[in-house]
């Protein structure tokens, strides 16, 4: 089956530890994408990657980071230094071709730190 | 002003109801438009892409209005699967295919 596959579901961590969620597609799409949806909030962006080894920041990037050393994965470590990391996180891919822009979104991680 | 806002809702309407949700969005260099379906604690999942000349798929009817700058969605004949969170989306190509989402609009269809 073809799919974006986030891991862990869940996930706990104490404050001033990183955390790296994991995001994996085999849609062979091109572009990836990190996204934040907090209570009440619309998704914000992280950060994205049109190409492998190319990355740019989103308009949320402060205390994040990324890396795309194959076109099927794209992790995303929340670092410390990110204020307030409880959040839902949503990974998402689009193929980016034929005029075809559309984004298909994992199932999310839910980390909470405390 | 938001770059994409929506009708604040909740909607509530019984079964068999027709509703219909708007969204205007700030930006006329926007290029591609969508809507999607959140479920509670889930992912969003794409419902329908937006054509500029309009687009049904069954019970759903997507229009657009490039001049105002307003996307709608309308449903004919609820059901209760339909209870969601909608989320108007607007998409920037020349921004890497970035998405702005609106906050959504939660519809409840009650028996």
Redesign the interface.
Known sequence: DGGITQSPKYLFRKEGQNVTLSCEQNLNHD?M?WYRQDP??????IY?S?IVNDF?K?DIAEGYSVSREKKESFPLTVTSAQKNPTA?Y?C?S?P?QGGS????????TRLTVT | RKEVEQDPGPFNVPEGATVAFNCTYSNSASQSFFWYRQDCRKEPKLLMSVYSSGNEDGRFTAQLNRASQYISLLIRDSKLSDSATYLCVVNYWDQGGKLIFGQGTELSVKP
Do not use: D, K, N, V
């Open positions: 572009a994408y009440g909030q619309g998704l914000r962006l994205y049109q740019q989103g839902f949503l998402a689009s980016r822009y559309e984004q298909y979104f994992g199932p999310g």
